[in-house]
C-alpha cells in the first residue's frame, strides 16, 4: 500500500494521495486539491512517502 502526502503549492494545506496502481512510478500523475481545486502535479507537491 503506497500512499503519499501531498502538499497544495497554492493553499499549502496538506492532503493523503494513494494511487490506483501497485507502482510507485507518479511521475506523470494530476491530482486535485481537496480544499482549493487546484491541479497539481504529484511527482512535485510529494511531501513525504508514507507506508
Do not use: H, I
Not at 12 to 41: E, I
Amino acid at each position: 500500500m503506497k500512499m503519499f502526502l501531498l502538499e497544495c503549492p497554492r493553499c499549502k494545506n496538506r492532503m493523503k494521495y494513494q494511487p490506483a496502481t501497485k507502482s510507485a512510478d507518479v511521475s506523470g500523475k494530476v491530482k486535485k486539491c481537496v480544499y482549493c481545486n487546484f491541479s497539481m502535479s504529484v511527482q512535485k507537491s510529494a511531501v513525504q512517502k508514507l507506508d
